[in-house]
């Protein structure tokens, strides 16, 4: 009989290391677009993004109002919704809530920016057909994107960008986009 409790204590370790521990990740969101994150041009405009969690989301609200989990894996859950701002600005409050019970949030402020970003030549080279532009773009909220002659720059977004280009031809045209989808173009010549 001295045995079998020399057993169970010997196998206590063991049982202990196969226990299933509690689930502690809250759900991450992530907002996709508008590019700009929270700023559009419009005052209804439809934010997309998704909620990222380990053991899968099982709810999803935006200010306490359940909204629909898109067809796909409920680890990472894609939504979307429509804003709707009766001013220049708002915000809403995207809740995520996985089987555990654990609740992520992620407060989106919203804002209306019909102001176009500026773009401004600081040199400009043309030689043989091949033309050189540097400048610099800036926004009240950011510049998103530059392209010149219909090809995208690789940028850095911010508020303020450096960029320079090559092309061929006569003259350079540049086109800048910010976050809400303001665009300003200009023809660089001499």
Do not use: H, W
């Amino acid at each position: 009989m001295r045995r079998a409790p020399l057993a169970l204590l010997l196998l206590a370790p063991l049982l202990g290391g196969c226990t299933r521990t509690a689930d502690t990740f809250k759900p991450r969101i992530v907002i996709t677009s508008p590019d700009g994150g929270g700023v559009s041009r419009a005052r209804s405009f439809t934010v997309k993004g998704y909620a990222l969690d380990d053991q899968g989301v099982t709810g999803l609200t935006v200010n306490g109002r359940s909204i629909p989990i898109q067809a796909g894996s409920r680890k990472i859950a894609y939504f979307q919704f429509q804003t709707q701002l009766a001013g220049g600005r708002g915000e809403y409050t995207i809740a995520a809530r996985d089987a555990a019970g654990n609740r992520g949030t992620l407060v989106l402020p919203i804002a209306v920016d019909s102001t176009p970003p500026t773009v401004k030549v600081t040199r400009f080279e043309r030689e043989r057909g091949v033309v050189r532009v540097t400048g610099v773009a800036t926004d009240n909220t950011r510049v998103t994107e530059i392209s010149v002659d219909g090809k995208r720059l690789n940028i850095t977004p911010g508020a303020q960008v450096d960029f320079y280009a090559e092309t061929s031809g006569v003259y350079a045209d540049i086109a800048v986009t910010d976050g809400a989808g303001n665009v300003t173009k200009l023809r660089a010549q001499r």
